[in-house]
């Protein structure tokens, strides 16, 4: 049996379940699925990354200039994303997809 640290929260679970959902669906129908949606090309790291330094960062940056006491969500997702880089330099095997649950072996990330 393949042990794996669970890295991600129940919803972007839920997410990348319905995404690789969408993607076996396409595959059964003969079409190519995006990269994203596809669990055998997926790279979730860079994913994450491009997704909160693309959306999430500039959002939460515009939030704490007209609210600043929202200051500390735009912290934890520079965190999150500092997070998810170590887990890019320092992924060595990784486990997209398993048992329905989104894993990464051997990455510690706790010292970001």
């Known amino acids: 049996m393949h042990e794996c640290a669970v890295l991600q929260p129940p919803?972007?679970?839920?997410?990348?379940?319905?995404?690789?959902?969408?993607?076996?669906?396409?595959?059964?129908?003969?079409?190519d699925p995006i990269e994203m949606m596809d669990r055998e090309k997926a790279n979730i790291p860079e994913q994450q990354i491009g997704f909160l330094t693309n959306v999430a960062y500039p959002v939460y940056k515009l939030l704490k200039?007209?609210?600043p006491s929202s200051e500390p969500a735009l912290r934890a997702v520079d965190l999150n994303r500092r997070r998810w880089k170590v887990v890019r330099r320092k992924m060595k095997d990784i486990c997209i997809y398993h048992?329905?649950?989104?894993c990464l072996d051997n990455v510690?990330?706790?010292k970001v």
């Open 108 to 110: 510690d990330v706790s």
């Open 99 to 102: 048992q329905d649950r989104l």
């Open 65 to 67: 200039h007209i609210l």
């Open 11 to 31: 919803t972007e679970e839920r997410l990348y379940m319905e995404f690789f959902a969408q993607g076996d669906l396409e595959k059964e129908l003969g079409r």
